[in-house]
T-cell receptor, first 114, second 110 residues
């Protein structure tokens, strides 16, 4: 049973560029959440997708957008990259019907903006 | 809103016991999670507490006091591989997004 997978593992971009990160949830999960984790900090919630719609959004600008596909996989898009967007981007999946909504994390994508 | 506080760093000796504290403020309470995160890796689930008291799972135990807004993670018989960041998190909002503390970086020394 594959866990949460993310691609790519590492990515280097320059300021102003656009990036797309991908996530496949754990088998049986239908909800995907995205987090940004800066060095030395805890993960910060970006947004969550369920039934192909954004259900909740954290305190991130509109440059951050996402999508969920019918197979529950998800993409995170970031436009007009800034140096401050350099971080580990984590995808977490969960099952909406679970009792306490434990979230399983993928290995993350390390984004470096130069 | 939600706020979580935990110490930034701790150091302990191999074979010893260490307690990592977490205090939280939430507008509603739906349990508290502890995650372990090794450098450059994804957080992995350690424990979930929703009722007061101690939950034991092998070398790791987690305690919750809802009236005090307080939790701790207890690690016994420390091993070098326990060197990691330990994240305290609470679900927030209707979607149960996780609100994380900054994490406690634990260094286990020989």
């Amino acid at each position: 049973d594959a866990g949460v997978t993310q691609s790519p593992t590492h990515l280097i971009k320059t300021r102003g560029q656009q990036v797309t990160l991908r996530c496949s949830p754990k088998s049986g999960h239908d909800t995907v959440s995205w987090y940004q984790q800066a060095l030395g900090q805890g993960p910060q919630f970006i947004f969550q997708y369920y039934e192909e719609e954004e259900r909740q959004r954290g305190n991130f600008p509109d440059r951050f957008s996402g999508h969920q596909f019918p197979n529950y996989s998800s993409e995170l898009n970031v436009n007009a990259l800034l140096l401050g967007d350099s971080a580990l981007y984590l995808c977490a999946s969960s099952f909406q019907g679970a009792g306490y909504n434990e979230q399983f994390f993928g290995p993350g994508t390390r984004l470096t903006v130069l | 809103g939600q706020n979580i506080d935990q110490p930034t760093e701790m150091t302990a000796t191999e074979g010893a016991i260490v307690q990592i504290n977490c205090t939280y403020q939430t507008s509603g309470f739906n349990g508290l999670f502890w995650y372990q995160q090794h450098a450059g890796e994804a957080p992995t689930f350690l424990s979930y507490n929703v009722l007061d008291g101690l939950e034991e799972k092998g070398r790791f135990s987690s305690f919750l006091s809802r009236s005090k807004g307080y939790s701790y993670l207890l690690l016994k018989e420390l091993q070098m591989k326990d060197s990691a960041s330990y994240l305290c998190a609470v679900p927030g909002g209707a979607t149960n997004k996780l609100i994380f503390g900054t994490g406690t970086l634990l260094a286990v020394q020989p």
